[in-house]
């Protein structure tokens, strides 16, 4: 920009000029190197964003190792199935071995749905601010996996509980436990760790194996 393109008759004035590169990229035309442009103060520093140099890292070692192939598939199928036992199990269990009132299913449904959704947002916040030698996601993963297994075992023992209506106040609890375990391990924690694992060039074959294992 001059000070005529801005309507004025002064003489041009220098402008600042950012140049943004690969490293050892080259200037367009240039043998060997490129000088880049002058900013005002004269320096000839090229200025890289930290987090574009991180993408650019990241870009560069672009492929996924085999171990995290197979810790993906089996987290994923592992979590598919516990999901699926909760939808289409604990309900029946609850109509056959405490009561054949629809209510307390209504409520267990309820209250997971919020506690799945309550759960997910907080601890997926929690765990992009965790910072830990064994890096943001794999605690709330491992943590979670074995306490989620845990809760989805124990979920039976409720049957031996006489009383109905106390039955029916912990099958909700325990159901609430699980799913805050199920969400916090899954949906807080594996998916995002799906999501950090890939590239721009593998991501669609990073997501298809979180996706493949829902059917």
């Known amino acids: 920009a001059t000070a005529q393109n801005r309507g004025h008759t002064d003489a ?57 192939w197979i810790v993906m598939a089996a ?47 907080l601890m997926g916040t929690l765990s992009d601010r965790t910072g830990s030698r064994w890096g943001r996601r794999r605690p709330y993963i491992l943590i979670g996996y074995v306490l989620w297994g845990l809760a989805t075992i124990l979920f039976p023992t409720v049957a031996y509980i006489r009383v109905t209506s106390i039955a029916v106040i912990m099958v909700v609890v325990a159901d609430s436990v699980m799913t805050f375990f199920g969400s916090t391990a899954n949906d807080a924690a594996f998916n995002p760790w799906t999501a950090d694992i890939p590239t721009s060039k593998n991501r669609g074959r990073g997501e298809g194996v979180p996706n493949l294992s829902m059917f």
Do not use: C
């Not at 650019?56 to 996924?64: E, P, R």
């Open 12 to 68: 041009a004035l220098p402008v600042s000029v950012h140049v943004r590169r690969w490293p050892g990229e080259l200037e367009p035309g240039a043998g060997t190197a490129h000088t880049p442009t002058p900013n005002y103060w004269g320096s000839t520093e090229t200025h890289f964003n930290p987090r574009e140099v991180e993408a650019m890292k990241k870009d560069l070692s672009s492929s996924i190792s085999p171990r995290s």
């Open 75 to 121: 987290l994923a199928l592992t979590g598919q199935i516990a999901w699926a036992v909760e939808n289409a199990w604990f309900n029946t269990f609850v109509y056959d071995s405490l009561t054949p009132d629809p209510r307390p299913v209504a409520w267990m449904v309820a209250a997971s749905a919020i506690t799945a959704t309550l759960t997910t947002l």
